[in-house]
């Protein structure tokens, strides 16, 4: 099978993908949340908890939003709080370190024998369609160029049409930020994700609260 690796200590990660690649899987490593994000064509992940540019709760959770893929988070902590979290989050199963590789392997293909209640991979809106298995988007058969924050952004305010979703849990999910700094990312990118967009107008600002995916007669 296809596995993205998500650890940010390279030893660990080197370790992982050598042991995995014994098992004959392919692997691919991401050191961040932001390229983990940016990754496709896998079909389990392997999430370290902790990742130097977000929490890996919280990311498990914005995966949640837009993929089904199978989920084995990995941490050191083994408490049972922290295991419900993970679980919580969207984890299909959680696996403390130290841990072998054979544990490990068989747990993975476990993992990917349980029939898996998929999502919906495809979100239309009028005439705006999301692929959330290639991470892509069209308006009016015209494909939109989007960046993955910028897909992340939409797939989010997609799934809940109609609905206001606030800026901080924006910023939380898709940046795992929620300072000035970030603020300011999350205008720009909505500034150029509303004009890549195009007309009729759909992303609808709702001041003092986010933002929402409207039909264009109901703005």
Not at 31 to 54: E, H
Not at 185 to 198: E, F, M, S
Request: with cysteine; proline share 4%; hydrophobic share 40%.
């Amino acid at each position: 099978m296809h596995v993205l690796v998500v650890e940010d200590d390279l030893r660990m990660a080197n370790a992982l993908t050598a042991a995995l690649r014994r098992f004959g899987n392919q692997v691919m490593h991401a050191p961040t949340c932001q390229d983990a994000g940016k990754a496709s064509g896998y079909d389990l992940m392997l999430l370290d908890l902790c990742l130097p540019d977000g929490d890996g709760i919280a990311f498990c959770r914005l995966i949640r939003e837009c993929s089904s893929v199978p989920i084995i988070m990995l941490s050191a902590r083994g408490a049972e709080q922290d295991r419900i979290l993970g679980l919580r989050a969207g984890a299909d199963d959680y696996l403390v370190k130290p841990f072998s590789m054979v544990e490990l392997e068989a747990r993975m293909q476990a993992v990917m024998r349980r029939p898996r209640t998929l999502m919906n991979s495809t979100i239309r809106i009028a005439d705006i369609t999301l692929d959330l298995t290639s991470r892509t988007a069209d308006r009016a058969g015209r494909t939109l160029s989007l960046t993955p924050k910028e897909f992340g952004l939409l797939a989010r305010l997609a799934g809940n049409e109609g609905r206001v979703v606030g800026r901080e849990q924006l910023l939380r999910e898709i940046w795992q930020d929620t300072g000035k700094a970030a603020a300011r990312t999350l205008d720009v990118h909505i500034t150029n994700l509303r004009a890549k967009l195009g007309r009729p107008p759909v992303l609808e600002t709702v001041r003092g609260v986010g933002y929402r995916i409207t039909l264009p007669e109901t703005i």
